[in-house]
């Protein structure tokens, strides 16, 4: 079966600007969760959703923020770009939410530099 | 969620066994050891998950102490595409335990010919 998409794969932005990623799940996948990935800080969460509603969410500023449709596919957002964004962002689906035991399968992730 | 202690780096003969330790000494009993892998550029791959149990599948094996403070993952014939960072985490299942999820450093493996 196909597994996570993620879109676009590399992308450029300058500061001050925003983005848009996104995230399509593993058909059948309700659980959609998304990562920020830097050399420093390691893999951290960002946030969850499930069945269209965030379900968690983590250490991060409210210039990230997010949404799922009705299909699962997610898309998460990034307003007034620092250069510390600069990373890779990864989401992960699974079939139940991500504070229990499923598997997570994770996406090739988007790379965004911030200039 | 416990934090995770990895060593940095490790090398592996091919076609050797290879073992890679985690401490997570503050893991609490409703918290499963994970086992994730990511080769460069790729995101990570779920390898093998348990909760005290020593577990085996297709991929490796887990082997978690007593007091399940330590575990190994065991790559029982290590290959060249083995080669990748293996992250240890603990992932509880309590409401909000996903806030904390993280992935540390990991362990880089690299498999020599």
């Known amino acids: 079966k196909a597994g996570v998409t993620q879109t676009p794969r590399y992308l450029i932005k300058t500061r001050g600007q925003q983005v848009t990623l996104s995230c399509s799940p593993i058909?059948?996948?309700?659980?959609v969760s998304w990562y920020q990935q830097t050399p420093g800080q390691g893999l951290q969460f960002l946030f969850e959703y499930f069945s269209e509603t965030q379900r968690n969410k983590g250490n991060f500023p409210g210039r990230f923020s997010g949404r799922q449709f009705s299909n699962s596919r997610s898309e998460m957002n990034v307003s007034t770009l620092e250069l510390g964004d600069s990373a890779l962002y990864l989401c992960?689906?699974?079939?139940?939410?991500?504070?229990?035991?499923?598997?997570?399968?994770f996406g090739e992730g988007s790379r965004l530099t911030v200039l | 969620d416990a934090k995770t202690t990895q060593p940095p780096s490790m090398d592996c003969a091919e076609g050797r066994a290879a073992n890679l330790p985690c401490n997570h000494s503050?893991?609490?009993?409703?918290?499963?050891v994970y086992w994730y892998r990511q080769i460069h550029s790729q995101g990570p791959q779920y390898i093998i998950h348990g909760l005290k149990n020593n577990e085996t599948n297709e991929m490796a094996s887990l082997i978690i102490t007593e007091d399940r403070k330590s575990s190994t993952l065991i790559l029982p014939h290590a290959t060249l595409r083995d080669t990748a960072v293996y992250y240890c985490?603990?992932?509880?299942?309590?409401?909000?335990?996903?806030?904390?999820?993280?992935f540390g450093s990991g362990t880089q493996l690299t498999v020599l010919p």
């Open positions: 985490i603990v992932r509880g299942i309590s409401s909000g335990s996903a806030r904390q999820l993280t």
């Open positions: 058909s059948g996948h309700r659980s």
């Open positions: 503050t893991i609490s009993g409703n918290e499963y």
């Open positions: 992960a689906s699974s079939l139940v939410r991500v504070d229990s035991t499923g598997e997570l399968f």
